[in-house]
């Protein structure tokens, strides 16, 4: 039997193509994260693990997943290491991950992540919980540790939100406050702890069995937390920290610190992950499993293609928003990511309200052409059937999948009355955009397009004018 990854097996691995910290790993976490999804592992623990290795060991972190104990529970299993394969251009590499070094699970271990909040060598709380993530629960969590670190007299926290949500720092902030019921506790933590906002990127595809089977292989020991990505990173905060300093350490770890995050964040949420939720729902429907396969569609990339450039860069404020699109569909081409349309299609009715709307909100504003989004919302309302054109059927997995199922089919075959019952929901396209006639008309006519020609034949047919 292969051994397993753990603090002593790491000591015996020395093949040429794996990287291996040789920091002393610290016993208290600097940071807490909450949501230890693949993306934290492969994205910022990685940013921490640079910073743990140039000698800094406040970086240490206790990565608390909210609910699943599976992964939690794998990495204590191996003393919280495991590996990531990072490829691009053809090449593989792999490094070994130290940043982690406690796990724990919100729902079983709340004490812990309380005490963890509150310990004076504790830093920064950094959040991946997901869009649908931010809650009162979350709310409650945070400011249990926050209440307890306040009565222990402990320094204020930088707390950085790093999920797709436009302006997440103030979100979360907003969200605590109004949670906190005691405005001693509101002002503490008004005063003494920042809410950065943040723009993270790094494509970082849930783990599969084929992850640990190659890991296993260049490792010599079995690691059962192996994740796969690309080398492209890329991390922008605001500087708003709690411990000033903390932009000069950052900065020397690759992390680009700035006044506003705005063009960022607009760029990265509406022309990657934009044309992610639209490469989704059509490589759903016509049966492609990953974004890979998708962009080998010519009629996809060029769908995708003029998406970006008609219809959002026009509203974006990023320099080089051109070179920034090339630069996104060579990464959704890199043939080791695997990134299933499914993943990225979950959870779409609350992705759309940051990746789409503002796009095509900003066009309507200035006159221009809503076309290309609205044939992916008449994509997302085809794809909510829960079928692909060839007949196979496949689970939505949504937090309104029953209802949006229920939506898509109930007028089978009229666009214009599914189109209109599924505008009409509330809490994605926005008050303004659902009551623009001008949008409505196009979604329909998409909707139609698409049940005369078929997904493909409709790009197709957009792709011409
Ligand atoms: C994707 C993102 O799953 C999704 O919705 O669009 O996870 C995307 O891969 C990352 O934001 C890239 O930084």
Redesign the pocket.
Same mark, same amino acid.
């Given at each position: 039997m292969t051994a397993k990854l753990n603090a002593t097996a790491v000591l015996t691995i020395s093949s040429p193509g794996v990287a291996v910290f040789d920091y002393p790993r610290p016993v208290q976490p600097g940071v807490v994260h909450l949501g230890l999804g693949a993306?934290h592992r492969a994205h910022q623990a990685l940013v921490f693990d640079g910073l743990l290795q140039s000698g800094d060991p406040r970086w240490g972190v206790l990565g608390v997943a909210m609910r699943s104990t599976a992964v939690a529970d794998t990495l204590k299993e191996q003393d919280g290491l495991y590996s990531v394969q990072l490829s691009s251009a053809g090449k593989t590499r792999c490094q070994i991950v130290g940043s982690i070094v406690q796990t724990c699970v919100a729902a079983r271990e709340p004490e812990q992540v309380t005490a963890a909040i509150a310990a004076a060598s504790t830093r920064w709380i950094t959040l991946t919980v997901t869009e649908k993530g931010y809650t009162a629960e979350l709310a409650g969590l945070l400011l249990k540790g926050l209440a307890q670190r306040r009565v222990e007299g402990h320094a204020g926290l930088t707390i950085a939100s790093c999920d797709?949500l436009s302006g997440n720092g103030d979100k979360l902030k907003a969200l605590c406050l109004q949670a906190a019921g005691d405005e001693g506790l509101r002002r503490w933590i008004s005063d003494r702890c920042t809410f950065p906002n943040s723009m993270?990127?790094?494509?970082?595809p849930a783990a599969t069995p084929a992850c640990s089977a190659a890991a296993n292989a260049v490792l010599g020991v079995a690691d059962e937390g192996a994740l796969a990505t690309e080398e492209f990173w890329e991390w922008v905060i605001e500087e708003n920290f709690a411990d000033p300093e903390d932009a000069a350490v950052l900065r020397g770890a690759g992390v680009n610190v700035v006044a506003s995050v705005k063009p960022f964040e607009d760029a990265?949420l509406r022309m990657?992950?934009g044309s =992610?939720?639209a490469i989704?729902c059509i490589g759903a429907v016509l049966g492609l499993p990953t974004v890979f396969d998708c962009v080998a569609q010519p009629e996809i990339r060029a769908f995708i293609h003029a998406l970006m450039t008609e219809e959002i860069i026009p509203g974006i404020a990023r320099p080089d928003a051109p070179a920034y699109r090339d630069a996104l569909l060579e990464r959704f081409a890199n043939p080791a990511l695997n =990134?299933s349309v499914h993943?990225?299609a979950?959870d779409s009715s609350k992705?759309i309200p940051q990746r789409w709307v503002p796009a095509a909100q900003s066009q309507l504003d200035c006159g221009g052409s809503v076309d290309r989004l609205a044939l992916a919302a008449a994509a997302w309302m085809n794809y909510c059937r829960g079928e692909e054109e060839g007949g196979a059927t496949f689970a939505l997995n949504d937090p309104q999948a029953a209802n949006l199922q229920a939506l898509a089919t109930q007028y089978k075959g009229n666009a214009a009355q599914t189109a209109g019952v599924m505008l009409d929901l509330p809490g994605i396209w926005g008050e303004s955009l659902s009551c623009d006639t001008r949008w409505r008309v196009r979604v329909k006519h998409g909707l139609s397009r698409i049940q005369a020609l078929g997904l493909r034949g409709a790009l197709a047919e957009i792709n011409i004018v």
């Open positions: 993306f797709n993270v990127d790094r494509i970082v990265k990657l992950n =992610h939720s989704a =990134h993943q990225i979950t992705k």
